[in-house]
């Protein structure tokens, strides 16, 4: 036990020797903590737009104001002639183009029906959708007025609810997704390289000759990665719950257990690696390719995990940070119990046996060679 | 005395508070064998990296093919070749590619490069080798490689940092008639060693205690002055003095 | 001199067992599935309704959300906390509730309410579930007002007709959005990885110090290092640009050429980068961490994944020293707006000067003595 302690020791003065690794492990997680809070939100904000208005009477210069008016959008360009508004699109100088139709006022009120042309940048499928979802509700709204101040029937009135996340903020679906990435990284990632690295420079081999059973050596190695994202884990929740006001809705246990239990495949996942590969580059490329992108990519971390074919879908599920996110959504952002993660969990603990199990085997395995 | 082409005066590097090489002052003359002999620690590659425009003094002043440690490394580097204690030619590349690569960077001709390397493969009997991928060369060869690779270009001076470590008593035989033909050819050779049956092949030998220069003449002189039966013996009466650990 | 080294590092390259490989492969994997994968199209929202008239009205809505296209429905619930299960349990998206009298309301009253509940854990679901419900509840009350304006014959009701057109992408295909800014992606993980990994390789084998050691010129030696990536990146691209046209049938509206000149003046930027980290590196490891550490950084402040103008101000300001943000920005708009060489002289100055700085500090950090 005493040997294992110093073996541990070992490990975390390596880590701690190295200043700049240890600074990114320590400082990444914040960085990107901050970056997924405010900076990489899909929220939209002033985007500039244009406005075209052959008619300039009151009620266009109305709507124009109230677009101006609104947090969504500046009005960047009024234009003179519909012919530059491709120019403006190709140069990027406005997202949006608002087309009033002529006589805007005088129609609306006489033959009660006016026209809006809302010319879009699509290049961006999601990000033109709602910049015309809200040039239009603030065009509807304007509408609604009208009707309501005329007294006209038929009015359905809309109460809307976002639930979980009442300030529609885009921190709520990553934070639990940054959580997933940096486990992985710090854990598989690290412990691979870690231990490949012992090999590459064959101080492996001397360590074997110890008298230490090998399976220590490997945990001894493990441990300072456990203790550093468990630390991270810390940190993140801190941050997300002070600087970014995401609150743990849920239980806290539940939130511990099953981030252990995700610890533990990434951990199982990392010694896998370090057993297959001989090199820190491999190592470090089979990890990046083989781990991160897919979290990245098909955990559902950034991009919905419906939104993707079927095949994806089904590759997604062999994905253990996939589980551990919705699950880690579950508890943090809607607020629900264990009880309501049971299939993650249970997925989690399977692949976490499995994989432990594997990884041990192919240890061995390499020992014997 | 020749004409020194190495000159250092009190030529002194200091890593913090650890001052690896300490004042050292001695001059080299052109075509000698000169052996720079001390204990594991006791700082002869730090000063052989300073020789050779690698690594900086703290103080002190020293002259290298003429040419200033401080301001004309660059210069240096144009007269000298290298070989450094870890062999450092390119694994991936082949026996003919490595000799072309440093031929090229020292500025000889495609052709010149040509010729130089059938003469070279032929004295080192590597001819079958040309094709060879370094990495697949015996611990041995590869050094000899490398010996040949630093005088490729017909240096001034060549430093040579502990070239036969780790080598049969055969091969290092071998690479000392390599040196001998280099000096003969009229290349200075400045030899860091710890084999003690070594320093006797050399014309003049100093040894390195940390980080000074503790004796400086020939090894018949030095047995004299130190009333030793052999190198062996020199080393041992001042490598006792040493203070510094070795790690 | 830059011959030989030239050999040299191309040499290496073709013989490493793995890199020739991750050159080929990786364009053809990262574009043949992550478009697929990177996909926040919103479609087939799962809608809960909770129909507390049961009248033709509410009957109507519902047969109207679901036959926009947007809705599937997946849950009818008796109650709102019912609703709100199915919501928990990942069953459905969004609650529809209609309140009690709805359609007694809107004939007598003259208006009526529904409650729309949207999950907004991923906020841009909920935002645009919650905009497609609206917008169809705009549309069913214009409808009932015809209907009814036919008999009662009273006022008119101002109503403003909304046309709306994406331009450049009429299908909202976010596929063909994706697709550039990958190729950026892939540019900016080969041709800075690689070099990332490159000197301080050689400083772990041991093999710079036998080149610090000669009178090789700082600037050549650099040069040597660039060229093959540079080589790299054409040959990354042009597979890029194959598979876009084959697999997805996307060519560039814009000038093939002036995408090249692009692509060549960002790849140099990225590698001098890399080898600007691999050169204060001592490990391969350090310079590894280091690069993932900018990379990731880079890539989710391009505007790759999220749009920059949705970005807080003092975000913005950092984009601008981001040469991705530029070369994401430059790909669109050649693919998709066909933009001209003289629409991207903003873009091409700044990419130039990142390259010129970046390479020259890759010059100024490679030291031949310590």
């Known amino acids: 036990m005493k040997q294992f302690a110093a073996f541990i020791q070992k490990e975390f003065f390596h880590i701690f020797r190295d200043v700049r690794t240890m600074m990114i492990l320590l400082v990444m997680p914040v960085v990107q903590i901050i970056l997924f809070g405010f900076a990489i939100t899909t929220e939209v904000n002033n985007v500039r737009i244009a406005i075209f208005d052959p008619s300039k009477d009151a009620a266009t210069r109305q709507l124009t104001e109230r677009l101006e008016a609104s947090r969504y959008f500046t009005i960047v360009r009024i234009l003179d002639s519909p012919d530059t508004i491709d120019e403006i699109f190709r140069r990027g100088e406005a997202q949006l183009v608002v087309v009033f139709g002529d006589r805007f006022q005088e129609k609306l009120q006489h033959t009660g029906e006016a026209s809006v042309q809302l010319l879009a940048d699509a290049t961006d499928p999601n990000q033109s959708t709602t910049l015309t979802g809200y040039a239009s509700s603030i065009i509807g709204s304007y509408q609604q007025e009208l009707t309501e101040r005329q007294g006209i029937p038929y009015r359905i009135l809309l109460e809307t609810r976002m639930l979980y996340n009442p300030q529609i903020k885009s921190a709520y679906s990553f934070v639990p997704g940054v959580m997933g990435l940096i486990v992985m990284l710090i854990c598989a990632m690290m412990t691979s390289i870690a231990i490949v690295r012992e090999k590459e420079t064959g101080t492996m081999e001397v360590l074997l000759a110890s008298p230490m059973p090998p399976i220590y050596l490997i945990l001894a190695k493990a441990v300072p990665y456990l203790v550093i994202s468990i630390f991270n884990m810390g940190t993140i929740l801190l941050l997300s719950v002070f600087v970014l006001h995401v609150p743990i809705a849920g239980s806290f246990f539940g939130l511990a257990v099953i981030s252990i239990l995700f610890i533990l495949v990434a951990l199982a996942l990392g010694l896998m690696i370090s057993s297959a590969v001989e090199t820190q580059v491999a190592a470090m490329l089979v990890s990046g390719a083989g781990l991160m992108t897919p979290v990245m990519m098909l955990s559902g971390m950034i991009f919905p995990i419906e939104s993707m074919p079927p095949l994806l879908q089904w590759f997604s599920a062999l994905i253990p940070a996939r589980w551990y996110i919705a699950a880690v959504r579950k508890i943090m952002i809607q607020g629900l119990d264990l009880r309501a993660v049971w299939l993650e969990l249970s997925v989690l603990t399977a692949m976490a046996a499995a994989l432990v199990t594997i990884s041990l085997k192919m240890f061995k395995i390499r020992l014997n060679n | ?247 | 001199m830059l011959r030989f080294l030239l050999e040299k590092e191309f040499k290496q390259l073709l013989r490493n067992a793995f890199i020739p490989r991750l050159i080929l492969f990786m364009p053809v994997m990262i574009l043949l599935v992550l478009p697929w994968a990177a996909n926040q199209e919103i479609r087939d929202l799962r809608l809960s309704v909770v129909d507390n008239d049961h009248s033709t009205f509410s009957g109507r809505l519902i047969r109207k959300a679901v036959a926009s296209g947007y809705f599937r429905l997946a849950d009818v619930s008796a109650s709102d906390e019912e609703a709100l299960q199915a919501v928990e349990s990942g069953k459905a998206d969004i609650i529809l509730n209609i309140e009690p009298g709805f359609e007694t309301n809107l004939v007598r009253e003259g208006a009526a309410k529904v409650m729309v509940s949207a999950n907004a854990v991923n906020s841009m679901k909920g935002g645009l579930g919650s905009y497609y419900l609206s917008s169809i509840l705009n549309d069913y009350a214009v409808e009932l007002r015809k209907e009814a304006g036919l008999q009662a014959g009273g006022k008119i009701a101002p109503v403003i007709t909304l046309a709306s057109q994406g331009r450049f992408n009429p299908h909202l295909d976010y596929k063909v959005f994706m697709i550039p800014a990958l190729v950026v992606m892939l540019l900016t993980i080969l041709g800075g990885f690689l070099p990332a990994l490159n000197i301080v390789g050689e400083k772990e084998t041991g093999t710079i110090e036998q080149i610090n050691v000669t009178p090789v010129n700082k600037f050549v030696f650099i040069l040597a290092k660039l060229i093959p990536y540079w080589v790299t990146g054409f040959v990354v691209l042009t597979i890029c640009i194959l598979i876009a046209a084959g697999g997805y049938g996307l060519v560039p509206k814009g000038n093939l050429a002036v995408l090249y000149l692009f692509a060549a003046i960002y790849v140099l930027s990225v590698s001098g980068l890399g080898l600007v980290i691999s050169n204060h590196s001592n490990t391969l490891q350090q310079a590894m961490f280091v690069m993932w550490f900018f990379t990731l950084i880079f890539v989710l402040m391009s505007g790759l994944f999220t749009p920059i103008t949705s970005m807080p101000d003092w975000a913005q300001a950092i984009t601008a020293i981001n040469p991705l943000r530029y070369f994401v920005e430059v790909m669109r708009m050649i693919y998709l707006k066909g933009s001209s060489l003289s629409d991207l002289l903003p873009h091409l100055l700044v990419l130039a000067a990142f390259a010129l700085f970046c390479s020259l500090w890759a010059v100024l950090s490679y030291r031949k003595n310590s």
């Open chain 2, 1 to 247: 005395m020749r004409e020194a082409v190495i000159y250092t005066e009190k030529l002194t590097k200091r890593f913090g508070d650890f001052t690896a090489v300490d004042h050292i002052s001695f001059e080299v003359g052109a075509g000698e064998i000169f052996g720079f002999l001390g204990a594991n620690g006791a700082g002869k590659t730090t000063a052989m990296r300073i020789l050779c425009g690698l690594s900086r003094p703290t103080s002190g002043k020293g002259t290298v093919a003429g040419f200033d440690i401080y301001r004309q490394s660059e210069e240096i580097k144009k007269h000298i070749g290298y070989m450094s204690q870890k062999f450092s030619l390119y694994e991936d590349l082949k026996v003919w590619e490595n000799m072309r690569l440093f031929g090229g960077i020292y500025g000889m001709s495609s052709r010149q490069i040509g010729e130089k390397t059938e003469t070279i493969l032929k004295e080192l009997g590597f001819a079958d080798e040309r094709n060879t991928m370094v990495r697949k060369l015996p611990l041995g060869w590869k050094q000899k490689l490398a010996f040949s690779v630093s005088i490729f270009h017909e240096p001034k001076i060549v430093f040579l940092d502990e070239p036969t470590g780790g080598v049969d008593p055969v091969t290092r035989r071998q690479f000392w008639e390599l040196i001998y033909q280099a000096a003969n050819r009229g290349i200075t050779v400045f030899v860091t060693t710890h084999y003690m049956d070594e320093a006797e092949y050399c014309g003049r030998i100093s040894i390195m205690v940390d980080g000074r220069i503790e004796a400086l003449d020939s090894p018949a002189a030095l047995r004299q002055q130190f009333r030793a039966a052999n190198m062996e013996d020199v080393f041992q009466q001042l490598a006792r003095k040493a203070v510094r650990k070795v790690d």
